[in-house]
């Protein structure tokens, strides 16, 4: 799942910011936002693609895994161009505020 060329180590987590824009049930793009609405809705909005190997271990239990669809702090932080030519967000463990189901 991992295309990014990007490891998290340590307690940080790897996250791929959502991609914001309305579609119809039929695909077309109904609203395509500003790229400064854009980078505005991915800041806490996100997929986790990597966990470090002490991400939570004072926690004692992960509060997320990977492929989990997470809300984050807004300015969490440093993002990163992947390998892929997607923009990444690598952040701490304790940015992650809650798992969207």
């Given at each position: 799942?991992?295309?990014?060329?990007?490891k998290a180590?340590?307690?940080?987590?790897?996250?791929?910011?959502?991609e914001v824009?309305?579609?119809?049930?039929?695909g077309?793009?109904?609203?395509?936002?500003?790229?400064?609405?854009?980078?505005?809705l991915?800041?806490c909005?996100?997929?986790?693609v990597?966990?470090?190997p002490i991400?939570?271990?004072?926690?004692?239990v992960p509060?997320?895994?990977?492929?989990?669809?997470?809300?984050?702090?807004?300015?969490?932080?440093?993002?990163?161009?992947?390998?892929?030519?997607?923009?990444?967000r690598l952040m701490n463990d304790k940015?992650i505020m809650?798992?969207?189901?």
């Amino acid at each position: 799942m991992n295309k990014s060329g990007i490891k998290a180590v340590g307690w940080t987590v790897l996250v791929e910011p959502a991609e914001v824009e309305k579609k119809s049930e039929s695909g077309i793009i109904l609203h395509a936002p500003t790229e400064e609405d854009r980078i505005q809705l991915a800041q806490c909005f996100g997929q986790v693609v990597d966990i470090g190997p002490i991400a939570w271990a004072d926690e004692g239990v992960p509060r997320c895994k990977i492929g989990d669809k997470i809300i984050f702090r807004r300015y969490a932080g440093e993002q990163f161009d992947g390998d892929d030519g997607v923009k990444y967000r690598l952040m701490n463990d304790k940015d992650i505020m809650a798992i969207k189901e």
